[in-house]
């Protein structure tokens, strides 16, 4: 029987929104938000797009009408009663109260702000600008909107059938992989992979056979509305944002050296346990922790975000054992580059070391390579990141140069302040 | 938004059935049910089901309430006003009127006659016995109750990703033939796959993929009911059945000696064109082919059903070629135990020599062979015969021995009359 209430509602939308809800965003941004929100409300931020994968040319891809449609839809988004409600009652990390009720009557009305959007060189120039907490919040959709409607394109040509093999073929990729992860008994993994999802349906497939077919050892998603309709955990901390903004706003050497334990200084207020998960990658990991403060060891565990990641998870526990603190302990949590093969030699390597744990993002909820003509839907390295507070710019350095951004002379200054020498460089897929 | 109708629909039905209309059946079954109306309508059979397959204990894989109750269910149908318009308003390859005023009233009041079911040793001891016109339409529901009884037995513990997985890996399967297929630009190809098939909806999935995948390649489904649905041509001529019943009424050897060839001329009568196709290898093609009438050269084609097609082929060419027929004209099709690999090397083999068609049956709709523990969906040789005819036992030889039934001392006295020597033994899968 054809259900007619559903065709007319799907008549209704006059596009097919790709972001139907401000939390289909990842659980850290809200976090970080409400601490935006409470410590530097009026900072003023810049957000932009930028594409490291410069032969996949977006704008040549995606009409343009197409997308302003779908960024116009994300601004005429509020936050519904029932989200409002999970975000108020939930529990989060074992806590009760996560999002206090002043940040939440904020969040209750806010609209996400202007967006400018710009062809050049065959890309989309996209930027936000204004106050910090509004426009953090356009990274993960404007992010979720680029990646859709590309796989959108790609697919606009293709016959049902073949569209319904391609997601076959997709969905057997996932499940083989399922299929190797649950050998692996005390394995850790939660779904990063909003951002650079190939779409929310997909996202959403993906999260539920992770949940069927690894059990407990699947953790939750950063997916807050995943989370939400699945009943799942929303997995999540503090991201680079918040350093590279703390970092610009520094008036002097000292007070940038300075900026990120001042990061981590607001969060210890206002978190514990599993949310201090220190990020020390921003501007160089060995720098960040050999002036850390003894305070930050007592920390819950570390994210592995860039460089080497075995690297990374050594340089971690050889720190933690210099501070006199348990390794075994420790959360390690690698986020960057993850497919199976690395999952499986990381858990290998240092379960029994440190507590391991997975967060997986674009091979998980992206992994279409290989699977349509001129791999058209292979992934790409796209990111929007906050490019300049109050005036001045940001940089980011991480364990890997390729992933350095900000101005020539400004990441000469931060190599000279947090004292980063030669680093390996690793090659940015997605 | 749920689609509270359909799923009250659904709990109306006390069990889910597998066969829903009397045209879920082979066309072949009907144009032999007109013929054996018209020509021997009150000769009294019994039809048995045989699994060859011995260690598939279907007995114990398959609930008999369930069984009952789908054999019960397909007792209660009776053909809709829509298949009868089909019917007799249809096309079928290119003729009107293909079923009879007469033939259609008859059809329109039918019930299919009683069953009867035991057990024994693992195996279920399924029969019909009656008139022949109406116990015959018991073949194809039968099967593919059996068939689709045995795929739910296997898939009744899955998890629900797990059984999307499934899915998801036999259509990426039936798609890479799908794509080795496509390469060959004068392949035709049917589908056969009604009685061996996973299920009614999976065979549904299949037709539909090949009529994308393939284009004007795709010729069409021996299934009526998908057939009219799908608007696609209904495929089809006759079966070994005619001459084992003829055979078993033959009062002598010269009888008997004559009898297939007595089934094709009461065939001439009824039908030209496409429809006029030998099937020679009931009791070994050789013979069969060394003592038929001129008039049979004039035909359209053979069919090749057992024994190795390629030597069926040649002997169908030779034979053509001794009676002054072009063999280049003729058209070979071949139905027994395709799958890719096979059809494209007789295509690559005969392509040229004569008109090349394919009836491909339980590895189109079947294959989930390695996909589920213990091979459990591994397709299997079930058949449902006629194996007796007013009071005497059926036999049938075929040009592979491993095929041949009938009782021991019937068998020597057919290879005697049709003069049946040695024969090389194919192994059976499906």
Not at 95 to 102: A, G, I, N, T, Y
Not at 191 to 214: I, K, N, P, Y
Not at 271 to 277: A, E, K, S, T, V
């Amino acid at each position: 029987m054809v259900d007619i209430a559903t065709r007319v509602w799907n008549h209704k939308w006059k596009i097919d929104p790709i972001v139907r809800s401000l939390i289909d965003t990842d659980f850290y941004k809200l976090l970080m938000c409400q601490s935006v929100f409470r410590n530097k409300p009026d900072t003023h931020v810049t957000f932009s797009l930028i594409n490291r994968s410069k032969a996949i040319r977006l704008a040549d891809i995606i009409d343009e009408g197409e997308l302003r449609e779908q960024l116009d839809h994300i601004r005429s988004l509020s936050l519904s009663r029932g989200e409002s409600t999970w975000m108020r009652g939930n529990t989060f990390y074992g806590k009760r109260q996560m999002f206090s009720p002043q940040f939440m009557d904020w969040f209750e009305d806010l609209r996400l702000p202007a967006y400018h959007l710009e062809k050049k060189d065959g890309q989309y120039e996209l930027t936000f600008e204004g106050k910090w907490p509004e426009v953090m919040l356009w990274e993960i959709p404007a992010l979720s909107v680029l990646m859709e409607l590309r796989s959108r394109a790609v697919l606009r040509d293709m016959g049902r059938f073949e569209l319904q093999v391609l997601y076959a073929r997709g969905m057997t990729k996932l499940w083989e992989k399922v299929e190797q992860l649950r050998d692996i008994s005390d394995l850790r993994l939660a779904d990063f992979g909003t951002r650079r999802r190939h779409s929310f349906l997909w996202q959403d497939w993906c999260v539920q056979a992770m949940t069927e077919g690894l059990g407990a050892r699947f953790a939750g998603t950063s997916n807050c509305l995943i989370a939400k309709n699945r009943d799942l955990e929303a997995i999540g901390t503090n991201a680079h944002e918040l350093p590279m903004v703390y970092a610009a706003l520094a008036k002097d050497d000292e007070a940038l050296r300075q900026s990120p334990y001042d990061v981590l200084a607001d969060w210890h207020e206002e978190h514990d346990g599993n949310l201090r998960i220190i990020l020390p990658d921003t501007f160089g990991t060995k720098g960040f922790l050999d002036g850390a403060p003894d305070w930050l060891a007592g920390w819950t565990g570390i994210r592995v975000d860039s460089g080497d990641p075995a690297t990374g998870a050594e340089t971690a526990i050889n720190w933690w054992t210099s501070r006199g603190e348990d390794p075994r302990q420790k959360l390690v949590i690698f986020s960057d580059g993850l497919d199976v093969d690395k999952i499986i030699s990381l858990q290998q390597q240092f379960a029994g070391r440190c507590r391991v744990s997975f967060g997986w993002g674009t091979m998980l909820t992206n992994d279409f390579k290989g699977l349509v003509a001129d791999d058209g839907l292979a992934p790409f390295s796209l990111v929007c990141k906050a490019v300049a507070a109050n005036g001045q710019p940001t940089v980011k350095l991480s364990d890997n140069p390729n992933k350095a951004m900000g101005p020539a002379e400004e990441i000469t200054r931060y190599k000279r302040v947090f004292g980063v020498g030669e680093q390996d460089r690793v090659e940015v897929v997605v």
